[in-house]
């Protein structure tokens, strides 16, 4: 490791966070995260919800889903603060939500659909908190989907798609939690399909 970064002062959490990266996880994490935009500068992060994927299997009591607390940003762009009111889902402010998530994660194997997006905005969250970027190996539905179907395309698919063509049950995914839980399923099946140990 690079001198400066040995000396650099990262909050404890993240010093934690570091030390769990030495070694690997049998542990995936699905991570759904739903945003005001698509600009990881200038949007914010709204919902986070997981769920993690040990020995084949969803255990739905390993589960992390939080709103975080936008308040400023709703205000200064005219949109309505009601259902970060009346949701009884967990709430915190985006750094305790963005410490709770790396905490939750740990080394697990991060799975999303077009997850670098995700990535990328919840690195420009953990940067405000002088803490560098997850280091977590990560897995794409979508281009696995797409390895699996031997597409080369620049067709898009929504985790809706993928599910049906993977002939998986219909499933609302108005939430995060929801999107984690359907992609958990299209991963069991990808995982599968495309000999991933």
């Not at 949007?43 to 255990?59: H, M, P, R, W």
């Not at 915190?92 to 991060?110: C, D, H, M, R």
């Not at 997850?115 to 977590?136: A, H, S, T």
Request: charged residues 30%; proline residues 3%; negative net charge.
């Amino acid at each position: 490791m690079l001198d400066w970064l040995k000396n650099k002062k990262y909050p404890e959490f993240w010093n934690t966070y570091l030390q769990l990266q030495e070694e690997k996880s049998a542990r995936y994490v699905t991570l759904s995260v739903q945003t005001t935009g698509l600009n990881p500068q200038k949007d914010v992060i709204l919902t986070i919800g997981c769920v993690a994927v040990v020995n084949n299997e969803l255990v739905i009591r390993d589960s992390f889903e939080i709103i975080l607390l936008q308040y400023i940003y709703n205000h200064d762009n005219g949109f309505s603060n009601e259902f970060i009111i009346e949701s009884k889902m967990p709430k915190s402010p985006q750094s305790e939500g963005l410490q709770k998530l790396v905490e939750y994660i740990g080394n697990a194997t991060i799975i999303g659909h077009r997850v670098d997006f995700d990535l990328e905005i919840i690195y420009v969250g953990l940067e405000k908190m002088d803490c560098g970027k997850l280091r977590n190996e990560a897995f794409d539905l979508e281009i696995m989907f797409k390895k699996w179907k031997e597409s080369s395309d620049d067709k898009k698919f929504t985790i809706e798609e993928i599910a049906q063509a993977l002939k998986l049950p219909k499933n609302d995914t108005d939430s995060t939690i929801e999107e984690a839980y359907a992609m958990g399923l299209c991963f069991l099946k990808l995982k599968k399909y495309l000999r991933i140990d």
